[in-house]
């Protein structure tokens, strides 16, 4: 399956919840979910059937597939990774998609947007550790440094992205050194601190059948 390219306000309609797809958009009137909370298509707006608990579970896993722009095989090979590691399952699955590089550099605030973060990575304006990294999914740990390359530092959508990044409030487990266009991973992220509104374990219940 192809990478969705199609309006992302659809996504967010469909799931009916706001998931971020759109940067600052999300946060003003304008977003669709503000505008008109019903599902996409020319019946979207009547009442459906019943949904059975497989179409929930599975409503849960596409809202945070969607969320963190992974294609269904990426996902899937994330919750196998994250079944195999001791713990909660749901836990470890959301802590090892925040700590996805591209999601890291979005919640620093270098991109407004998640899609736009895995650009900038893609890139090659994004280092760990001072060297150049350009794989979204490489995953980040705890006291490594993420900084944008010298070069990009003047880019204006890099410096637009970090000044509304200020009022959309940084996560505890990151550190941000703006003057220096650099944070860290202070320690492994709880699931008290991923204010994502997912239920994982219905994922978990899914990929369990």
């Given at each position: 399956m192809a990478r969705y390219r199609g309006p992302v306000c659809r996504l967010c309609r469909r799931e009916g919840m706001k998931l971020f797809l759109k940067g600052e958009r999300c946060f003003k009137e304008k977003c669709a979910i503000e505008r008109r909370n019903v599902p996409p298509?020319?019946?979207?707006?009547?009442?459906?059937?019943?949904?059975?608990?497989?179409?929930?579970?599975?409503?849960?896993?596409?809202?945070?597939?969607?969320?963190?722009?992974?294609?269904?095989?990426?996902?899937?090979?994330?919750?196998?990774?994250?079944?195999?590691?001791?713990g909660v399952t749901g836990e470890n699955l959301l802590q090892l998609l925040e700590l996805r590089l591209d999601n890291v550099v979005y919640s620093l605030g270098f991109a407004i947007s998640r899609n736009q973060a895995r650009q900038l990575v893609r890139h090659g304006h994004i280092l760990v550790n001072n060297h150049r990294v350009n794989i979204p999914s490489f995953r980040v740990r705890p006291e490594m440094e993420i900084s944008v390359r010298e070069k990009s530092?003047?880019?204006?959508?890099?410096?637009?992205?970090?000044?509304f990044a200020q009022g959309r409030g940084i996560p505890s487990w990151l550190e941000l050194d703006m003057d220096k266009f650099a944070g860290k991973v202070t320690e492994l992220p709880t699931r008290e601190e991923i204010r994502i509104p997912i239920q994982e374990q219905l994922i978990v219940e899914l990929y369990s059948r």
């Open positions: 298509g020319q019946h979207g707006g009547r009442r459906r059937r019943k949904v059975q608990n497989y179409g929930i579970q599975l409503r849960e896993k596409q809202k945070l597939r969607r969320v963190y722009g992974l294609l269904e095989g990426q996902f899937h090979r994330t919750f196998d990774a994250a079944a195999r590691r001791r530092r003047k880019n204006a959508q890099i410096r637009e992205s970090m000044e």
